[in-house]
């Protein structure tokens, strides 16, 4: 299965959901850009992608999966880091 970058915005707005944190990792507030804190976001360069996690409200972010890996590995490796988060928590609870 072709992985793509909407596949990708889809899974870590998913992460984000389950976790609790922002959707969104950017709000427009006073014609200013404010960071999510908690955040979860992609991280892409050199044509491979990341996750990292927005640490700061002026945007800083550190790195959860890195390496710049093609979109299928990285889609693969969020959903083994889900499954590490919620493993023994009911499914009702997820």
Same mark, same amino acid.
Request: hydrophobic letters at 35%; glycine letters at 16%.
């Given at each position: 299965?072709? !992985?793509? +970058? %909407?596949?990708?915005?889809? %899974?870590? /707005?998913?992460?984000?959901?389950?976790?609790?944190?922002?959707?969104?990792?950017?709000?427009?507030? %006073?014609? +200013?850009? !404010?960071?999510?804190?908690?955040?979860?976001?992609?991280?892409?360069?050199?044509?491979?992608?990341?996750?990292?996690?927005?640490?700061? /409200?002026?945007?800083? %972010?550190?790195?959860?999966?890195?390496?710049?890996?093609?979109?299928?590995?990285?889609?693969?490796?969020?959903? !083994?880091?889900? /499954?590490?988060?919620?493993?023994?928590?009911?499914?009702?609870?997820?």
């Amino acid at each position: 299965m072709r !992985i793509t +970058k %909407k596949d990708l915005d889809s %899974k870590v /707005e998913l992460l984000n959901y389950r976790t609790g944190n922002p959707t969104r990792a950017y709000v427009q507030e %006073k014609g +200013k850009l !404010i960071a999510q804190v908690g955040s979860y976001v992609l991280d892409g360069a050199y044509g491979g992608w990341g996750l990292g996690r927005i640490c700061s /409200e002026g945007g800083g %972010k550190r790195t959860i999966i890195g390496g710049h890996r093609p979109k299928k590995e990285l889609f693969d490796m969020i959903d !083994i880091f889900m /499954e590490g988060i919620f493993r023994g928590v009911p499914l009702d609870k997820r």
